[in-house]
């Protein structure tokens, strides 16, 4: 028997209705390409997407085509969310970090009809253009008075692009699993793979940011934006603002200590989103300006993920800013929400050293993502907390394939998605990543993990970044290798290091050697790049 309830499609452009019905006046402010601060509310995006919609309709765009964005985080960017997805076409939010030929690769596997742009990638675009064949048009997102001086073929001005259309449109009613943005995986090895969202992943996806349990997204809150809207659309943030109408604070390229910490003061931010190295940037600020957040600021929580939060980046948190870090797991394919670390009640009998083990955890996974970790042989490991295995995961809003095939079969018989990380589950849920599964140090048959030793080097006051690689070993087969990059005007020998980890890992996982560098490798994203380290000590021997 069917229930007897109505069918509506979940699709983006309702989320957007909503908040200009719902939430009309609240705020969007954002760093703009041009310089000032901008200030918005979801009533006008609202009216400037259905704008941009006419428009986009009127320059041919058809439901289905890929519209790319190579923008920061602002709120034109935000009206192109909301237009291209609405009218039905796809949203490619393309990463201006990546090298040239990966660019190039994406935008013509994506077959983009036309590229929104920053002012500022317009020398960027300018190289590339040759080499995609396919984009008929760009439009720079700014005004004529900042029109780039550069050559592009079709090259459009976003406001008057839009300016001059009717904001009366009506969003179409599409199929809720009409594909609604793309955004490509910066994997380290071999060509980036799509994936392919729908308006009902996305939607589904929004609501669970929501919860409480989940980002705790709200009215009530001012959510900084750190983390790129060209970035598993910035983990979803700007449809989950939308859903519940909360202020919206974007820094667009300004992404260094001193913009970020004004951001925080200026717009009274609560809620602060983004991967751990921006986080490291507004620590120096802080410190070299002997600035004291606590007195200053309102954040409340700051959301971390894309990489591991150090404890001494959590603990940073709470000592100088007074804020609470959560700490998430996710990735492009999921979303990117999967896991979100919240203490339980019962927890709070914990001393500060248990809750720190918990609060370094990814979290228990949200409703809507079902996780399991597996051994080799694929069967199912104990969820004690102490077996590690691959961490396998299922769900509406994990992808069930790459865009166009390219990228292979990614589901098993039974529909798990292999996330590539290894973690460990424990009786509560709380998973725990231990490294990436190409990441992990084998040492005499036993996993050392990258991560945990990163973390506790990170812990010690001369440490501003620490990445741990295996190097092989005659008899251990490889050994963990420590590289660090120390704090400005910062000194620590490496027999120091090793003595800071000791007695806060096992014995047996302590470095066999440290060495120093000036920095390290990052991607596009903002993770350790592994494999460039690696390269990088390729002729490295281990002290005998
Ligand atoms: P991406 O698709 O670029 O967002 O990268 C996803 C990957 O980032 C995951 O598979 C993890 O390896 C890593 N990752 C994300 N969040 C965390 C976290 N909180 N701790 C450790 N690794 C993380």
Redesign the pocket.
Known sequence: MLGNMQQQPLLVSSLIEHAARNHPRAELVSRSSEGPLHRTSYGAVAQRARQAANALVRMGIKPGDRVATLAWNGYRHMELYYAVAGMGAVLHTVNPRLFAEQLEYIVNHADDEVVFFDIGFAPLLEQLAPRLPNVKCYVAMTDRQHMPSCVLPKLLCYEEWMGAESADYEWPMLPEDSACALCY??GTTGNPKGVLYSHRSTVLHAMAACTVDGMGLGAAETALVVVPMF??NAWGMPYAGAMCGAKLVFPGPALDGASVYALLRDEGVTLALGVPTVWLALFRHVEQEKLRPRAELLLGRVL??????PGAMIATFAEVFGAEVI???????LS?LGAVCRLLPRHAALGPAGKMRLREK?GRAVFGVAMKIVDDEDRELARDGKASGRLLVRGPWVAAGYYRGDGGEVLDADGWFD???VATIDPDGYMH?TD?AKDVIKSGGEWISS?DLENAAMGHPAVAEAAVIGVAHEKWQERPLLVVVLKAGAQASGAELRAHLEGKVASWWLPDDVQFVEQLPHTA?G?LQKMKLREMFRDYRLPA
């Open positions: 995986t910066s970035h598993v971390i993920g894309g990489s591991a939060a700490h998430a797991w996710g990735m492009t394919e990117p990814q996330t590539g990380d990543i990436r991560i994203t993770k």
